[in-house]
Each structure stands twice: as structure tokens, then as C-alpha cells.
């Protein structure tokens, strides 16, 4: 154990992990807090329902309040922790990549990208389904990031250069949302914008079933590549002094 807050974990002979006992602390005290806001919004609401209750419940799918845990506050419960991690994974990703604390998925432009993408879609007609309002979100968001990547390419990829062309495409993306809102008819701005800022009602398991296998399927990726970003935290010096500094191109 090192005086400095970090162990070194092996848990298999060629197996080394660092542990930031501080770190540590603060993610097992956030996911208590977390567990017992999510037990207490299972358990309050127009009709309180006592814990042992909805443990019951939750265990044997049957009982007086099978249809308000099981059907209606438990799956929004999951569905918003899913969500609250996957916003939590994308703002820190971008973070590191970009080594701005302050940045975001909505501040370089990827988060109004989606949000470009649902009404230009909506306006033309395309989207007839509710359902098929994520993936074409999904899509704005993936070519809005593949157009600051472009514009801010420049023999190499500095940090501060994508920061503020991502600033500038957001901007620009931002600009056509309020344009098509101020422009449609009320009813449809109100669905839109409801759409855009995100709600909880009517949500359940169909929702939450596609998330989290996202969820799935990425968390690996990210553990796997987080030891690669790592070194972008570092400032230039540091960086290079362990052989991944920048080079013009990159880092390597």
C-alpha cells in the first residue's frame, strides 16, 4: 500500500491494477446514495409503499403492488440510472479525449448534432414512429462528430482545436433547432422539445432492455481503451517524458 492514496492490486501474476483509495471511497459512498435514492423513489409516490414491501414484490412478481413496483416505478428507476450512466460515460470520455474538464457531448457538438438530425427528420417526414426517433438521433450524433473531427484535422488532432470547432458546429446545429421550433406549429415544438429535453413517463422495460445492453457492449470497449486515453490527462511534459507525448500527428 503507497502512502500516496494507491495500491497496487494483482489479482493474477501478470495482472497488475492501480486502486486510488480515495477514488475508491467516493464511488462505493455515490453508490450507496444511489441505491437509496433509487429505493426511495420505489418506495414514495402517490401511494407509499413500505420497503420490505417492494422487496417482497420485486422478489416474488406477485402481490397488491405488483403493478406500481414491478410495472410502473421501477422500470422508469432503472431506465434513469441507465441513462445517468450513460451521459456520466460520455462526458467523462470526452473529457479525457479532449483533457477540458468543462467539455461535454453537447459541447463539441455531438449532443445537437441528434438533436438537428430528430427534427430535420421530423420536418421532411421521415419519421413516422416514435421508435425510430433514437436511431436517427444516433446518426446525427455520430456524423456531427465525424464532421468536427474533419473540420478540426489538421496534420494532427489538438485538443483545443477540437474543442472550438466542436464549440462552432454546436452552435450551428443549436441555430437550426430553434429556427425549426419557432417555425412549426405549437403542438408539434411542444412534442419536439419534449423529446429533446427528455422524460421518464411512459417509459418501462422496452426502453431500458435496449439501453442496457448498449451499456453492455461498451463498458468492456471502454475499460479495454482506457489505459490508451489515460496518457491525454497528462500535460505535454509528462506526457512525453513517459513516450506518448504528442508528435504533430497524435499521441502516441
Known amino acids: 500500500m503507497s502512502p500516496t492514496g494507491v495500491s497496487v492490486l494483482r489479482p493474477h501474476p501478470s495482472v497488475s491494477l492501480l486502486l486510488h483509495r480515495r477514488s475508491a471511497a467516493v464511488a462505493a459512498t455515490l453508490l450507496l446514495l444511489l441505491a437509496v435514492a433509487m ?72 449532443g445537437h448534432g441528434a438533436a438537428a438530425a430528430t427534427v430535420l427528420a421530423l420536418s421532411a417526414g421521415l419519421v413516422n414512429s416514435p421508435s425510430a426517433m433514437p436511431a436517427v438521433s444516433v446518426v446525427g450524433g455520430l456524423v456531427a462528430a465525424a464532421l468536427v473531427y474533419a473540420l478540426a484535422w489538421r496534420h494532427g488532432m489538438q485538443p483545443s482545436r477540437f474543442v472550438l ?76 517524458s513517459l513516450g506518448c507525448g504528442w508528435t504533430g500527428l497524435g499521441w502516441r
Open 39 to 110: 429505493l426511495a423513489a420505489a418506495c414514495l409516490g402517490q401511494t407509499y409503499i413500505s420497503p420490505g414491501a417492494v422487496g417482497h414484490t420485486l422478489r416474488t412478481g406477485s402481490g397488491p403492488y405488483d403493478l406500481v413496483v414491478n410495472e410502473l416505478r421501477v422500470p422508469r428507476i432503472v431506465l434513469g440510472a441507465l441513462v445517468g450512466v450513460a451521459l456520466g460515460l460520455a462526458g467523462a470520455l470526452v473529457q479525457t479525449v479532449t483533457r477540458n474538464p468543462l467539455a461535454s457531448p453537447d459541447v463539441i457538438g455531438v
Open 165 to 240: 470547432t466542436g464549440v462552432g458546429i454546436g452552435v450551428a446545429l443549436s441555430a437550426v433547432v430553434q429556427l425549426y421550433l419557432s417555425d412549426s406549429e405549437l403542438q408539434e415544438a411542444e412534442t419536439v422539445k419534449l423529446w429533446l429535453t427528455g422524460s421518464l413517463n411512459g417509459r418501462g422495460w422496452e426502453q431500458a432492455a435496449p439501453l442496457a445492453v448498449v451499456l453492455l457492449v461498451c463498458l468492456p470497449a471502454l475499460v479495454w481503451a482506457s489505459r490508451a486515453v489515460r496518457p491525454l490527462g497528462l500535460d505535454a511534459d509528462t506526457a512525453a
